[in-house]
């Protein structure tokens, strides 16, 4: 059994930053693509970031220069910097491991930018 846990969520003012973390643990020795997602009420789930075991990543284009994905694969886990946050940033935070043909997902973390 695989699981992830994230951390790192909570409410912040609108330009502040803050950073999520994930951890994969159990059953699971390595991870191919691992990325974050986010879904806000009444919205579906969309991609952040994603970031392949050799470094590679990228962003959608509305979080561009503000998000920073990074991921430690000794510890599989995966890290989002997110700075000057806007209101629209907040939502439900998802983290994602890609194995093989597997696909696990984190519980959520809420992040609330308002001030």
């Known amino acids: 059994q695989v699981q992830l846990v994230e951390s790192g969520g909570g409410l912040v003012q609108p330009g502040g930053s803050l950073r999520l973390s994930c951890a994969a643990s159990g059953s699971i020795f390595r991870a191919d693509a691992m990325g974050w997602y986010r879904q806000a009420p009444g919205k579906q789930r969309e991609l952040v970031a994603a970031i392949t075991n050799d470094g590679s990543a990228n962003y959608a284009d509305s979080v561009k220069g503000r998000f920073t994905i990074s991921r430690d694969n000794a510890k599989i886990a995966v890290y989002l910097q997110m700075a000057s946050l806007k209101p629209e940033d907040t939502a439900v935070y998802y983290c994602?491991?890609?194995?093989?043909?597997?696909?696990?997902w984190g519980q959520g973390t809420q992040v609330t930018v308002s001030s």
């Open positions: 994602n491991a890609n194995v093989g043909w597997a696909m696990y």
